[in-house]
DNA sequence: GGTTTGTTTGGTCGGAAAACAAACATAGCC
DNA sequence: GGCTATGTTTGTTTTCCGACCAAACAAACC
């Protein structure tokens, strides 16, 4: 690529991502922010506009922006303010669960369009099977689109490890192993491109990330507690991914001798502890009554002492993971997500009293959150991460990746 | 800064980077490697040569460079060798150890042109003791220069927790906390800039993966096994540095509920179990003679089973915090510093075997590097340090850094 | 002659700087 | 109120510069 065309592209890429990241504004606005002359974004903007990424609109003319607000008394000629497009590019992104399979799609300023789930009836399906049935999923929707080519392709998120090349190397939840899944699914899909593969303990760090706040901060740790623990590293910005693709596997740490649980057959591995099989194996072992996760909850709020207990070992157990990970990382924040992160709101002080006992005094302990309500699943965060990789797609000039804005 | 002169000021860094790590070239290779003209590179050059940074010189006119070599039959006009004035710029790196000071010099190529040794009288000495005579031995160098104005700045390693600002966090084994060690030094050292202060370990990490390859590797771990354990996390090429700068703090990971001695007074941190002090403390307390390291090699040399015990029992200690290192950051290798790691050479294969034990078959494991005789030592850390701050400022466009590399 | 290197010349493109035109708000005056 | 002058901010146009490219050319070897 020859040099001024790489120079523009990045700018063209910047004001994209000031359009995304803090929303739309005028050619003045993304002049100062972006230390250009305003005669230089004027241009940019309309090489977008040509491009049909990015429109003119007038606020006054949307309900939904509240009037009132934002006029303090503005002088001189009003701005003409700018926007994504939304429709100009859809991102697809689905995760593979144990019981069921979900698609959705985001659109081009980063907001989720559409959701669908599709129960999976058999226990293990087979890797062909799920390719056939994400593969229908997805030629339906797109079928009903007035404008297919705007699809970018699509992301999956597993519940295992993947590495870079798109291999499943292992997905216990399914009992799959060594399966080349990304090339199974792209012989289904013509015209879309099968982006990669991602762990879903990644992609729910994504979508936290992008629930959370947009860019705020570079520097945290997601946990995802479910039968299994999943992990994912946030560094610079980035998510670290290791020589193969294989980093954050937080949960086969380890970190004692033995454990409540064995889920992947490492001795002594972290998610024997704080997974939860570990809780309820646990709980069992104590006497406890109650066979599912819930269970175990309602007999916890009912005042059930052997269900505190187990709380209380829990909750030491898991700061000893989360000690590992900040003398190692020095985490701004660590994210506890999954269900058992439901364990993890009821014992929020506990935990940060635990977890400060185990690092020096000159140690700043991360801030710890428990997602609400609202958590995010897997699927969103792999659409983010297609949406992502496209409005990323600059880097110190002339190392330009593979994909393009286009 | 005008857009033209940044394209030109990271093409100029590219091309010095070329040079730094892949050695003399010509201008046509240049453009080759760089994707330019050879027109372009020509320009280039000339501007560095005209900075005095970069230099012709005719490579059958140094007698190191053995002759006869790189001669594969070359057809055509013979190239003009370019190479970096080593005398261009000098960066210094200095290392506070519990008994000595440390100096050495770097020149603009990267290579150790002096160290200086100081040993200290007292047993703790104060930081304004210290801060005075590295002041003293910075002084006495650039007084030896012909051109003073040469010395880019210095960086000081220091075996302790460092945060961004220069203060001095902890420093156990000179019973420092709290400390603004940088203004110290800095109010007592006119003309030359304090860059910054490091972490022991991460300087430690900087030299060796300057030692073992330029940039191959990019991504590992390091660990420096001494009284106390420190490390570092290289990712994507960059030595993590968490939100406050205190990632890498290996040692203080809780691994276990005991150990056999303890440094910092965390229960169960990783280095209560594989320090130097651990390991002698677990020799003393099996019944074991001697007091020193020395000591201990040598009864494992000569055969002494309680040595053997040992070490035995550190291998599989050690291969625990390699194993969460594994799963949690998937590095390509990992380095194992410190004079403790002399016990690493001789539980190569048991470590090795311990660390697979742990992981999962799909998970590859990490390549095991210990430093034979020529380890390098925290100074020239310090210095590369400064020194590859130079080169690395530029990176994407409209983002770049205070430091200059004029 | 063949080949590779290094330089020169003309051209293209992106952005900077400055002037200009457009679209408001406000103030003042009738 | 209606009208105009003024000030302010926005967006565009024009001119210019600097960096790179492409191609031709000269130089230095075999």
Redesign the pocket.
Known sequence: ????????????ARVLARLLNVGPM???????EL?????????????LIEAGKVE?FDPKAVPGLNPGENHP??????????RLIPDHALFLGAYIGARELRLCVVDFTGTVRHSFVERLPKVYPSPEDIAQRLADMVTTFVSTLPMPATVRGINVAVPGIVDFGGDILRAPSMNWRRTSFREMLQQRLTGICVHRLVNDANAFAMAEIQRLDAERSQEAVFLLLEDGVGGCVQSGGQLLEGTNGLAGEIGHMPVGDGGHCSHTGIAGAFENYVSRPAVLAHFSNLGGIGTTLGDYLDRLDAGDPLAQTVLDVWANDLSRGLAILTVLLNPERIVIGGRVAQLAKRAELQIATCLQQRLMAETPPPALLVPEAGEAGPEIGAALMLHRAHFEDFGPLGEFQSLSIG
């Open positions: 690529m020859s040099m001024p065309l790489a120079v523009r592209q990045m700018n063209e005028s050619r003045a606005d993304l002049a100062r230390d250009v002359t305003r005669s230089t974004a004027g241009s940019i903007v309309a090489s003119e008394i503005r002088t001189g000629r009003p701005a003409i303010q700018l």
